[in-house]
């Protein structure tokens, strides 16, 4: 079993930033993929971005070039930088982690982007 723990969420007003941070337990996060999703209210989960074990990083089309994904295999750790944050950025951020016994979620953390 991989706990996941997200923290760094809040409100910022628009053209602000955040950092969201995700800590994991195991001994072996650095053999995990790491992903980012969020889903605002009413819609569905949407996947934000990949890391790789090899620190590969992937993004969609909606953030590329705002936010940068990044890991901390010392500390077990993965961060979401979050940038030029626009009011359609609003919703849970969950971190999500491809092992080799099974994925699993975090359990979110809110952010929301308003002046």
């Known amino acids: 079993q991989v706990q996941l723990v997200e923290s760094g969420g809040g409100l910022v007003q628009p053209g602000g930033f955040l950092r969201l941070s995700c800590a994991a337990s195991g001994s072996i996060f650095s053999s995990y993929d790491m992903k980012w999703y969020r889903q605002a209210p009413g819609k569905q989960r949407d996947w934000v971005a990949t890391?790789?074990?090899?620190?590969?990083?992937f993004y969609a089309g909606s953030v590329k070039g705002r936010f940068t994904i990044s890991r901390d295999n010392a500390n077990n750790t993965v961060y979401l930088q979050m940038n030029s944050l626009k009011p359609e950025d609003t919703a849970v951020y969950y971190c999500y982690a491809i092992t080799r016994r099974g994925n699993y979620w975090g359990q979110g953390t809110q952010v929301t982007v308003s002046s």
């Open positions: 890391i790789t074990t090899g620190g590969n990083s």
